[in-house]
């Protein structure tokens, strides 16, 4: 497709499992941004690529969360031994680097 | 301190009247983005325009109009004759420099209501 596709649209897990949102930027975005949305609150800054260069993983909250990028296209974010807290949507995101970010549809993860 | 602040958190309006969404930002870069997005009620969201730091001639886009201004560091987002489809969360960001990357801090969003 021509958006960003994020993979899966919901996911629930039992507390303490791990889990990994995937998300397919646009075709020839060098930039690639992790949000996260709380209920009722605003998007929260996770982690950056930018082509080959080192991702600034500034905003992740926690070692538990780790993202990769692999041939500079698709992402993964993983989050370890997840918490309650967790629970929120996570927003992938696909630019040219200080353009404008196309979002994805957003992975909803409910921990209980 | 907030980068960007959107002080309003939530707006009810009746349909056709005129509204204004109000972004104040903060930066000591001179070179900067400023980006409004709509999220309706599916969540996705949507990209309305972007404003770099030395551009700031106004904008409008059919029912839209965009006021930068940087004296008062703010750029406001105007809908005209507003229709229930307006209905969403509104988000500002701004994209500054950093260590040689632009990533976008958003506001915490407007709730727009259009009342029929």
């Known amino acids: 497709g021509a958006g960003v596709s994020q993979s899966p649209s919901n996911k629930v897990t039992e507390k303490g499992k791990d889990v990994e949102l995937r998300c397919d930027p646009i075709?020839?975005?060098?930039?690639l941004y992790w949000y996260r949305q709380s209920l009722g609150q605003g998007l929260e800054f996770l982690i950056y690529?930018?082509?080959?260069?080192?991702?600034?993983k500034s905003g992740l909250p926690s070692d538990r969360f780790s993202a990769e990028r692999t041939g500079g296209s698709v992402s993964t974010l993983t989050i370890q031994r997840t918490q309650q807290e967790d629970s929120a949507v996570y927003l992938c995101?696909?630019?040219?680097?200080?353009?404008?970010?196309?979002f994805g549809q957003g992975t909803r993860l409910t921990v209980v | 301190a907030q980068k960007v602040t959107q002080a309003q958190t939530e707006i009810s309006v009746v349909e056709k009247e005129d509204v204004t969404l109000d972004c104040v930002y903060e930066?000591?870069?001179?070179?900067?983005?400023l980006f409004w997005y709509k999220q309706p009620p599916s969540g996705e969201l949507v990209f309305l325009i972007r404003?770099?730091?030395?551009?700031?001639q106004n904008e409008i886009s059919g029912r839209y109009s965009w006021n930068f201004q940087k004296s008062t560091s703010s750029f406001n987002f105007t809908i005209t004759a507003s229709q229930v489809v307006d209905s969403a969360v509104y988000f500002c960001?701004?994209?500054?420099?950093?260590?040689?990357?632009?990533?976008?801090?958003f506001g915490r969003g407007t709730s727009l209501i259009v009342h029929p």
């Open positions: 995101a696909s630019g040219g680097g200080y353009t404008e970010a196309f």
């Open positions: 075709s020839g975005h060098t930039a």
């Open positions: 690529f930018q082509g080959n260069s080192a991702p600034d």
């Open positions: 930066t000591r870069d001179t070179t900067y983005y």
């Open positions: 404003r770099n730091s030395f551009d700031e």
């Open positions: 960001a701004l994209s500054e420099a950093r260590r040689g990357s632009y990533i976008p801090t």
